[in-house]
């Protein structure tokens, strides 16, 4: 019953550790996303969600409490944690159905791809270790040590590096992705959990949870270069067009703020307990999870409006890379 056991202050199952993350891959700009594909821990499923309609198109069971989520470079295969598994789900979005699953030690948590070779990273939230596994789910290659408890993970554009936010850490290993190696820690806010990159790979963003901040780090100079003060328990960064857009788990808002200046912009009001969020492929909307009201949260990036609530099933995590 590992999910369980994984708390923030709230006591609620899977609050903290979980998204996260945001783990978000960099991916080729594209139309605005069609679906989202969002993990519901409570209903043991990946609801399958058309966005224009508004409704929950499809939903593929998946056991085990699922939690991260990440797809492969052309969009085609999710890939799903399962932290009461434990171990990982793979999803054929084409047929809406798990195709494999691979067992995996500890507490497999955030999740990403790289963009380049396939590979796909899991983090184990009690191993303070990164999973390598083999590009089609079926194969553990490798184990790289990272910092404690990571979270969100976060992969350059180039493949090379991968960067991990550890919660219990207080940091964001950086990793060699060719010598599956931890090269150096850079300290940031208290307890990241998740973590998300810029289109080029030159900044990263993480989500202080109990710092109530956002870090922002120069991934060249591997270094943290400012802080953004956010509302209570953030848990994961979007960015689209010259904005940030962070969930405050506590204050049921998705706090603003300007990627320049980083300074404070807005505070938009979601539905309970906001976790995942994502930027669709052309930066006019995001698209939130609400762990507490069982909802999507739309919001326009231009005039940081809600424009539509979504009904989901229980428990929508969404933690990683879940548009498409």
């Known amino acids: 019953m590992i999910a369980r056991h994984l708390r923030t202050g709230t006591g609620r199952r899977f609050a903290g550790p979980l998204l996260l993350g945001l783990t978000l891959l960099c991916v080729p700009v594209s139309a605005q996303a069609d679906e989202a594909l969002v993990t519901a821990q409570g209903a043991n499923t990946l609801a399958i969600v058309d966005l224009e309609a508004g409704t ?3 939903q593929v069971p998946i056991d085990g409490a699922p939690a991260g989520i990440a797809l492969s470079p052309d ?21 809406r159905t798990v195709t494999g699953t691979l067992a995996l030690p500890g507490g497999p948590l955030g999740i990403a ?38 979270s969100g993970i976060a ?6 590096t991968l960067l991990v936010a550890n919660r219990e ?18 300290p940031v806010g208290r307890h990241p959990f998740g973590i998300t990159l810029d289109a080029e790979g030159t900044r990263a963003y993480t989500a202080n949870v109990t710092s109530n901040d956002v870090s922002v780090i120069d991934v060249p100079g591997r270094h943290e270069i400012g802080r953004v003060t956010t509302g209570e328990r953030p848990y994961v960064v979007a960015l689209a067009g010259p904005r940030g857009f962070v969930t405050d788990q506590y204050s049921g808002t998705v706090t603003v703020f300007n990627l320049k200046t980083l300074t404070n912009v807005a ?11 994502a930027a669709s492929r052309d930066g006019r909307t995001l698209t939130v999870a609400n762990w507490g009201s069982n909802t999507l949260s739309v919001i326009d990036a231009t005039t940081l ?4 609530e979504i009904k989901v099933p229980d428990g929508p ?3 990683g890379d879940f548009l498409r």
Do not use: C, M
């Open 56 to 58: 929950v198109a499809a």
């Open 75 to 95: 969009r085609l295969t999710a890939f799903v944690t399962r932290p009461e598994g434990p171990g990982l789900a793979v999803v054929d979005l084409a047929t």
């Open 113 to 150: 791809v790289n963009p380049k070779s396939g590979a796909v990273y899991v983090a184990d939230w009690y191993g303070s270790r990164i999973f390598v596994v083999s590009p089609d789910g079926a194969r553990l290659d490798t184990e790289i040590q990272v910092g404690a408890s990571p």
């Open 155 to 160: 992969v350059t554009p180039d493949g090379a």
């Open 169 to 186: 850490g207080d940091s964001v290993s950086v990793v060699d992705v060719a010598s599956a190696t931890e090269t150096q820690k850079i």
């Open 267 to 277: 505070a938009i009001e979601v539905g309970d307990h906001p976790e995942g969020i």
């Open 305 to 308: 409006k809600v424009t539509n």
């Open 317 to 319: 995590r969404a933690f």
